[in-house]
């Protein structure tokens, strides 16, 4: 009984630890939306940049969704979206799907497929951009391909994207997560397996696992895009 008592003060204690720390990131949190909150407000009143407003509003999003209150996240997160991708802030429009995607409304798988589509066609940050399909491995069943598809991409991005350390560290990231994938999909344990396992879903070519890429997208937006993809294509310095 001794034994027991004291592990029951030890579980007691641990979720008193665990309750006092939550309050105390909440009111740093709290604290951190009212500036923000101000600043944005200020910023309406002196009629400041729209860019800088839209910052602001993005800025306010985020912490609103750290304090799980997606709902009033959305409405400023999708203003912030809609500043952003008006004025070829792709990166910036990119940040703000991933924002409203964790937002956990209505149309966030809309939002993130749109944030996805965005990160792998402009040239953005690659780690958002991982960041981004990540969310599709976690959103994803174990045995659907989609998450594959995911990894295989994020793995791309970074050989392609990053330089240098980045390069260096995503690449590390990326390759894990190919293989939490595999694992889970398939069972997948060896380099040998992972090799067969990735010719078998045809993951070797970029100009296939990009088209089932496409296809996940479409999927997560269905007719529900915000912007038209194809003049934004017309816009890009590259086009």
């Known amino acids: 009984m001794k034994q027991f008592d004291v592990l029951a003060t030890q579980i007691a204690d641990t979720a008193a630890d665990s309750i006092i720390n939550r ?3 909440n009111a ?11 600043r944005l407000k200020n910023l309406l009143q002196i009629h400041a ?5 839209a910052d602001a509003r993005l800025q306010v ?14 409405p400023i997160g999708r203003a912030a979206f809609d500043h952003f991708i008006a004025h070829d802030s792709f990166e910036l429009a990119a940040d703000a799907c991933d924002v409203l995607f964790q937002a956990g409304q209505e149309e966030s798988l809309v939002a993130l497929g749109q944030g996805i589509w965005l990160a792998v066609t402009c040239p953005i940050d690659p780690e958002l951009t991982i960041e981004l399909l990540g969310h599709v491995i976690d959103e994803t069943p174990d045995d659907a391909d989609g998450a594959a598809v995911a990894a295989t ?25 190919l ?8 069972g997948v344990d060896s380099p040998e397996q992972l090799e067969n396992w990735m010719e078998r879903l045809e993951l070797k070519e970029p100009e296939k696992f990009l088209v089932r890429l496409r296809n996940v997208v479409d999927v997560l937006v269905q007719d529900a895009w915000w912007f038209d993809r ?8 590259f086009a």
């Open 28 to 38: 740093s949190l709290e604290s951190h939306l009212k500036m923000q909150q101000d």
């Open 23 to 25: 309050s105390a990131e």
């Open 179 to 186: 293989g939490t994938v595999a694992r889970r999909h398939s």
């Open 153 to 177: 991409t994020a793995l791309f991005i970074a050989d392609v994207r990053a330089r240098d350390r980045q390069r260096d560290d995503l690449m590390f990231f990326a390759t894990q997560m």
């Open 49 to 53: 940049p729209g860019h800088a407003i």
């Open 61 to 74: 999003a985020r912490t609103l969704v750290s304090l799980e209150r997606g709902e009033e996240a959305w």
């Open 230 to 237: 194809r003049a934004l294509q017309e816009r890009l310095p």
